[in-house]
């Protein structure tokens, strides 16, 4: 699927568009996404200000998505772990940038290339319209190449 139909489908996908969780760029390449979170009646928290699972959520899927594309399909990508770290309450609209550079992609197709089980770390900060740190999301894949094309081991002899 390209990038441009991926973001119209991903834009009415339930959870996000009942979020208030919008796409707003996905590069052709996929080494850039931008996502804003509008804050609406259905995505406050008790206290008035952005709901955390929201917030959360707006961050979680593109690292992956965007490491899935940019590896290619000789590449198992998976979540493996996550945090967020709520800095101050986020309120009106918010957004997040994701970017994965060439370089990291190579350097991730280098230390794969053996078979090894990789567990990059990637960061994106969430900010108000006033640029304004909200939050910080860490999330750390599980990158590995798919097992029909790892080498096999050398033979004793």
Request: net charge positive.
């Amino acid at each position: 699927m390209s990038a441009g139909l991926f973001r119209h489908v991903v834009n009415v996908w339930p959870p996000f568009w009942g979020a208030g969780i919008r796409v707003r760029v996905i590069a052709a390449d996929w080494s850039y996404v931008q996502v804003e979170l509008r804050q609406g009646l259905l995505n406050r928290n008790f206290v008035g200000t952005h709901f955390g699972g929201s917030l959360f959520a707006m961050a979680d899927p593109f690292h992956m998505l965007m490491l899935l594309h940019l590896l290619g399909k000789d590449y198992v990508v998976w979540d493996h772990a996550a945090e967020i770290e709520y800095l101050k309450p986020g309120r009106g609209t918010v957004r997040a940038e994701f970017s994965v550079k060439p370089e990291q992609v190579g350097r991730l197709r280098q230390e794969a290339a053996d078979g090894s089980k990789l567990l990059p770390e990637f960061l994106v900060e969430i900010r108000d319209r006033d640029a304004e740190l909200v939050a910080r999301v860490r999330k750390r894949l599980y990158v590995r190449l798919k097992k029909r094309l790892r080498a096999l081991p050398a033979s004793p002899g």
